[in-house]
């Protein structure tokens, strides 16, 4: 990607400060690890020049200020003068990735004769905010400097992992919000940076965004063309970072980008992308919803040109004891575990599997290279220095989730915490001052029990409420957490191959919206349409049928097969075939919204989903996956993710056999009322 320049804008430490109203932007602990993660991402995965990099840093070591030299920092002046200096270097056609990891802020605006007297302007937090002749990089004036970039056609991608509205986080969750409910109304310098106010406001009028009620749902920017943008949640919600895989914080937009990234088949699309991230961070945060803005249809980081994909050099091959040398290691985020596919030297499309060598998996994971053993090989042909290693996806499901008990009554938390460790059947266990905190239950003004998640968020539709004196409301509340558990498990099922992603293309049609996240009102007629991608070729090979089976999530934590609906584990789905579900979009009575996650499977083999299904809330189940009664590998490993008798807190899921593909792909219906 030598043609590719970048941006990237990360801020941990924020300078003391204080709002009129009382409110003030904290330091955060992961937007510069954001930065880096994402920095390591373009140099070694995309082998981008680092002297094509520009970054900006504001890093929290607990001193008076950033480490940094201050030409680095984030400050307004600095994030000006790069997004010019980046438009300056790069050429039309090449490639442009802008990054930003820090709080989103909303002040005041400075332009009341384009927005109003009330009107606000959604801001890029600098560093040094508490300073009030600081100014806020304002959304008119981002969007100018965007638009300069598609003026000189460079293809642009941007990433905005922030919130602008925010909301307090509470419990022992571990969340933090990337944003504050506050709305700065400091008298600042209005004098810009960017362009002068006439100019600024042409260009802002000229893309429809005279009226706030014109901005998409991001809040972000107007008319997203000639660009793709990914923000890191809705206008009204909160953008959070957290400790993800239990180590270190990261922001969720930021770090599921990247490990949908590092999966990518040379022809993924942004919108394929987006689906994943959008089911994994909904996995985690039901109130912050990511969105798409612009070019979704583009090929990740594409021209024209299909991009290659990466390999690792296999440096050393020890048959004795059936190990290989890869060259990479830490420096390149790999971890043990993770499992590569080998080539013969001189293969380049990795997506004919037939073509493998072998799997092997990292067992020693040093600075530069690792270890890795052989799990299976395919074949007579020799393993030789030389040889390709292309990473597998592999996604680790967590099956066992940590629960915070937030409350004050030693009485009442020793008894749910003991009900916790008795009644907790492998899925919830009561998570250490260390550990990933997944749910939090505490009891709110009304003396009922609540369940949050990691950022003090309520669950929605957990009815009816538990009250505190209720008998057996202790053993109740962690019958509830067990199936939250095991919906969660289903909800972030996911096997992101490359290969076989590809080979399924999902879409949802009938909303009236033109938001990534689409809004159905009830009564709208809505078309799933499912299609094999795949061409049918000179003959009719049976390898390229599909068999399709589609769950419904439902608002109410029920999980329910849909299609086929009556008889059936799954319906065949010829290469070059397409299959359109109708339905009708519908809001139970007492809903203010519902969201259904339709969850689309598809297999080469013939297996059974049924394991899969829960009832309501509250309900008892139908059947109990028994596992010693399978026989399939994958439906004893789709059994494994509801099964009570579960006993391993975590399984591993990788495509490392072509004769055992299988991909899932998911949309969101939500529904709201017509007014």
């Known amino acids: 990607m030598s043609k590719l320049y970048a941006l990237l804008i990360g801020v941990d430490y924020y300078f003391p400060n204080r709002l009129p109203s009382g409110g003030s932007y904290p330091s955060l602990g992961g937007c510069v690890r954001d930065i880096r993660h994402v920095e390591a991402f373009l140099t070694e995965r995309l082998q981008v020049p680092a002297g094509q990099i520009l970054t900006l840093l504001a890093s929290n070591t607990g001193n008076a200020q950033p480490p940094e030299p201050r030409d680095q920092w984030p400050t307004y002046e600095n994030m000006v003068n790069q997004f010019k200096q980046l438009t300056t270097l790069a050429q039309p056609g090449d490639q442009v990735y802008i990054h930003y990891s820090g709080h989103g802020g909303r002040a005041t605006t400075i332009y009341p004769d384009l927005k109003g007297i009330n009107g606000l302007d959604e801001t890029l937090v600098p560093t040094d905010i508490g300073n009030s002749e600081a100014r806020y990089l304002r959304d008119v004036e981002l969007y100018k400097l965007i638009q300069a970039m598609v003026d000189k056609q460079l293809v642009l991608t941007v990433v905005l992992d922030s919130c602008h509205s925010g909301g307090a986080t509470r419990g022992l969750g571990g969340a933090v919000a990337r944003g504050i409910p506050d709305i700065d109304t400091t008298l600042r310098p209005t004098a810009s940076l960017v362009a002068s106010a006439p100019a600024l406001v042409a260009t802002w009028q000229a893309a429809g965004g005279a009226t706030r009620a014109a901005k998409p749902a991001s809040g972000w920017l107007l008319e997203p063309r000639g660009y793709t943008l990914f923000a890191a949640c809705r206008a009204a919600e909160s953008a959070y970072e957290d400790a993800f895989d239990g180590r270190e914080k990261n922001g969720a937009l930021t770090y599921w980008l990247l490990d949908s990234l590092r999966s990518a088949g040379p022809d993924f699309s942004y919108q394929i992308i ?5 089911a994994k961070v909904h996995g985690r945060f ?52 993770a499992q590569f596919a080998l080539y013969p030297h001189g293969v380049t499309d990795f997506n004919q599997v037939e073509q493998r060598l072998a799997v092997v998996e990292l067992t020693q994971v040093n600075a530069v290279d690792s270890w890795a053993k052989i799990v299976e090989q395919v074949g007579q042909t020799a393993l030789e220095q030389g040889a390709q290693a292309v990473p597998l996806t592999a996604t680790t499901i967590t099956l066992q989730h940590g629960v915070a008990v937030v409350l004050e009554d030693a009485a009442q938390k020793g008894l749910l915490e003991a009900t916790l460790a008795s009644e907790g059947k492998g899925f919830v266990t009561l998570a250490s001052a260390d550990a990933r905190v997944d749910f939090q239950v505490t009891i709110n003004a009304q003396q009922a029990y609540e369940i949050w998640d990691p950022a003090g968020k309520p ?26 558990a095991k919906y969660r498990n289903v909800q972030l099922l996911d096997m992101p191959d490359p290969s076989w992603r590809q080979k399924l293309n999902v879409s949802l049609a009938g909303a009236a919206s033109t938001e990534s996240v689409a809004i159905f009102h009830p009564d709208d007629k809505v078309k799933l349409t499912i299609t094999n991608t795949q061409s049918r070729g000179a003959i009719n090979d049976p390898r390229l049928i599909l068999n399709i089976t589609v769950l419904d999530l439902g608002p109410d934590w029920s999980i329910t097969q849909v299609y086929p609906a009556l008889s059936g584990s799954f319906e065949s789905l010829d ?52 596992r010693d009664l399978i026989t399939d590998p994958l439906e004893q490993l789709l059994a494994t993710v509801t099964d009570e008798a579960v006993s391993t807190r975590a399984i591993r899921l990788t495509n490392s056999s072509p004769d055992k593909g299988w991909t899932v792909a998911q949309v969101e219906l939500r529904v709201q009322p017509k007014n």
Do not use: C
Request: glycine share 6%; no cysteine; net charge negative.
């Open 286 to 337: 039901e109130q912050q919803t990511p969105l798409l803005q612009g070019e979704g249809d583009r090929r990740v980081f594409g021209h024209d040109q299909i991009q290659p994909n990466y390999a690792v050099p296999v440096l050393e091959v020890d048959m004795a004891n059936r190990r290989v040398r890869l060259n990479a290691g830490e420096v390149q985020g790999l971890q043990p575990g």
């Open 459 to 484: 669950l929605a539709n957990l009815r009816p409420a538990i009250q505190v004196n209720e008998p057996d409301a202790a053993r109740k509340v962690v019958r509830r957490l067990v199936h939250l």
């Open 575 to 626: 290469p070059g075939e397409s299959k359109t579900l109708d339905f009708d979009a519908f809001l139970p009575e007492g809903y203010a919204e519902s969201v259904d996650t339709l969850k689309i499977f598809a297999t080469r083999g013939t297996t059974q989903f049924h394991w899969l299904t829960l009832p309501a809330l509250d309900q008892p189940a139908a059947r109990q996956a028994t």
């Open 274 to 278: 987006y689906d994943r991230i959008l």
